[in-house]
């Protein structure tokens, strides 16, 4: 049980097309609303990955991810996928990120699953490590 006190935080629902033959959600699903959540997290601070990319030569990638999956999520939950900055460096920042279950009946939140999530800036048209634009850095401290 937790509480959220996340900088950002996703509602999203399982959905049958989530879930394997038992109706768990299956474990690579996990990663997807992830990343859902980190693409609507920038897009809250104002920014659009394809402009990023376009505009800035800017791509946001993974670089590694550490998760625990501790409960099974069910078709038709209602969950909350959470971002939070845990360190930023000059060309990638460390995020952590949990999903939660919506308990209708206590109203309190369950932990599903945590990740740890390494963020590494790259150069769209090399792939190389590149500095975080100061204006994003700025977005995400004002956030926090």
Known sequence: MTTDTSAFSLAIRVYYEDTDAGGVVYHANYLKFLERARTEW???????????ACEENLLFVVRHIDIDYLKPALFNDRLITTVNIEKRQRS?????????RHNTITGERDIVSKAKVTIVAVSADHFKPKKIPDII????????
Do not use: K, M, V
């Open 42 to 52: 920038l897009r809250h601070l104002g920014f659009e990955q394809d402009t990023l």
């Open 92 to 100: 990638y920042f460390q995020i952590s990120q949990s999903i939660l």
């Open 137 to 144: 850095c700025t977005a995400i401290e004002n956030l926090a």
